[in-house]
């Protein structure tokens, strides 16, 4: 699949946004962001995102760092495509110096094979006990 990947601006917040939130159960917190809290965290680390677009200029995902620490998402109909691999590769090379890492649930195979393919190293695993 042909991508278009750039830095995010801020008409794109509001899909970053959207997207985080169908997608929270990828993400450790699964908490529902709204649009003022998502503004106040873009106007700090929004110039770490990216975006990816196909040819028709339609947004297929984003990925981003917040002090390294890279979180990412892709959109259900773009999944398995390559999306989220060729984001991380460019993620990389829009910020070569910054030493990066990633943090997945265990059950997010996609997510771990992801980083894998691309010689990312695993360090630990987590297990994450709640008392509901």
Not at 3 to 26: H, M, P, Q, T, V
Not at 96 to 115: D, E, R
């Amino acid at each position: 699949m042909e991508l278009a990947i750039k830095k995010s601006e801020e008409k794109d917040w509001e899909f970053i946004r959207r997207l985080r939130n169908e997608c929270s159960d990828g993400f450790f917190s699964d908490e529902q962001i709204t649009p003022e809290q998502h503004k106040r965290f873009m106007q700090k680390y929004g110039e770490n995102h990216l975006i990816a677009f196909n040819c028709d200029n339609e947004r297929l995902g984003f990925i981003g760092h917040v002090n390294g620490d890279v979180r990412l998402a892709v959109c259900s109909e773009y999944r398995k495509k390559g999306v989220a691999k060729e984001m991380l590769k460019r993620l990389l090379e829009f910020f070569p110096n910054t030493k990066m890492k990633a943090q997945a649930k265990t059950s997010n195979h996609a997510s771990i094979n992801t980083f894998l393919s691309l010689g990312w190293k695993k360090k630990f695993e987590c297990v994450i006990l709640e008392n509901e």
